[in-house]
């Protein structure tokens, strides 16, 4: 690019408009010199483990690959298995826990169900499998998490799926509303 030739008038005219120049000595700008802003506190990490109540853990029997599953809670009605087997409760949230170890199982579990109360989930589906690769045949997840469930606070029922969402390798999981929900509707159950 070719420099402009300035003509000497309009370069002193140029120089008393613009007055009085002092040199940039760095060319770092603070945009902001107000006060910084009071750190929050951290919140804690999630306690998973706090919903589950040991004392409730009952000698459930060895359930095999095509046995059906079903609990509910004490207080509820009984045909609230009846209407979760029909699909009348909408699903909120699936997990698939195949092909994970027992304890991977449980924190997956344990993570999910923490994460779907607080998010105002009701209706749950998990995918456990049937247990076909498992020693002997035996459903190893299935017993677990029959288990699990019974002793998880926030779980009011659940059963086994229906044949399209995985039948016996799968369980619809009713589970109770958080606090901060209860007052936005009434729900009958």
Known sequence: MRKKNIPPEDSELFRRSIGKVEPVITDKLLLKTGKKPKPCPARPAPDFEARIDISAAADNEELSQEDLVSYTAAGLQKNVLKKMRQGMFGLDAEIDLHGLSSREARQQLLRFLYFCVEDGCRCVHIIHGKGYRSPGNRPILKNELNKWLR?????????SASPRDGGTGAVYVLLRLAEKYRGRDNPSI
Not at 151 to 159: E, I, L, M, R
């Open 151 to 159: 002793q998880h606070q926030d779980v009011q029922a659940f059963c």
